[in-house]
């Protein structure tokens, strides 16, 4: 798969149709697995800190351009990505296919009551889709039992709310002992599945802009707004000097 470097992330060369072609041919063959990963601007620029976390970024088979920022930096730096895929979305698109194929699904992530209500309307709204189980963020459980407990059901797919990198540690250990056909690491979407958080309204998703809405909605996360101008500047900075071997 045709791939560029974003600050020295993979970032792939994708759109919904090909990850979907893909799953459907993994799950068929059922003889290798499939890691999705999300790749977002505060992604890459928090990932130095966190080298596990960019190992299993780069071990990914599908780094999905998640935000019109990775976009916007491709264009900027003479890449390839002509559009975004995010996560949230794909990962619904997943449960379609789930559904309508009656595949397994199993959930790990988020808070306990987040996690139960996601289930439920998960449930409700994908009747065909089996749910194999759930695991809270917040378990007493050891890693160990996580897994073995993920394993005694071999689901079809597995989807890790976490948030970053957090979720990308914790597979980039793991992935290689489950039983499990496709992966993705999904951030804060068990929260919108709960109904505990609301997605942008339709004029933000169109425009592409659920990230500035997402900032102005909550006062904490306000001074990300500046976070998209910097990233695109620094992006441009290292696609000029640093992956030129200028600096």
């Known amino acids: 798969?045709?791939?560029?470097?974003?600050?020295?992330?993979?970032?792939?060369?994708?759109?919904?149709?090909?990850?979907?072609?893909d799953v459907n041919n993994h799950l068929l063959a059922g003889t290798k697995k499939m890691t999705i990963a999300s790749v977002n601007?505060?992604?890459?620029?928090?990932?130095?800190?966190?080298?596990e976390a960019v190992n299993f970024l780069e071990k990914s088979t599908h780094r999905i351009p998640d935000?019109?920022?990775?976009?916007?930096?491709?264009?900027?730096?003479?890449?390839k990505i002509k559009e975004r895929v995010?996560?949230?979305?794909?990962?619904?698109?997943?449960?379609?296919?789930?559904?309508?194929n009656k595949r397994s699904a199993f959930f790990y992530g988020?808070?306990?009551?987040?996690?139960?209500a996601a289930l439920k309307n998960i449930e409700l709204k994908y009747p065909n889709l089996v749910i194999a189980?759930?695991?809270?963020?917040?378990?007493?459980?050891?890693e160990e039992e996580v897994v073995e407990q993920i394993n005694r059901t071999s689901p079809d797919f597995l989807f890790v709310?976490?948030?970053?990198?957090?979720?990308?540690?914790?597979?980039?250990?793991?992935?290689?002992?489950l039983d499990v056909k496709i992966f993705q690491d999904v951030g804060g979407s068990f929260d919108v599945l709960s109904g505990t958080v609301k997605r942008a309204p339709k004029f933000f998703l169109d425009y592409h802009m659920e990230w500035l809405y997402r900032s102005l909605s909550n006062p904490k996360r306000i001074g990300r707004i500046f976070q998209l101008p910097v990233f695109l500047m620094k992006s441009?900075?290292?696609k000029i000097f640093e992956a030129n071997n200028l600096l």
Do not use: C
């Open 1 to 21: 798969m045709n791939h560029e470097l974003i600050m020295g992330i993979p970032v792939d060369h994708i759109t919904y149709e090909s990850v979907l072609e």
């Open 110 to 116: 988020a808070k306990p009551e987040i996690l139960g």
């Open 161 to 177: 709310a976490m948030g970053f990198p957090r979720q990308e540690l914790w597979l980039n250990r793991n992935v290689s002992k």
């Open 236 to 238: 441009v900075w290292w």
């Open 41 to 51: 601007p505060q992604i890459i620029v928090e990932s130095k800190k966190y080298p």
């Open 86 to 100: 995010t996560g949230f979305d794909l990962m619904i698109k997943l449960l379609e296919n789930g559904n309508n």
């Open 133 to 142: 189980g759930g695991i809270d963020g917040y378990t007493t459980m050891t």
């Open 67 to 79: 935000g019109i920022g990775i976009v916007l930096a491709s264009k900027l730096t003479g890449g």
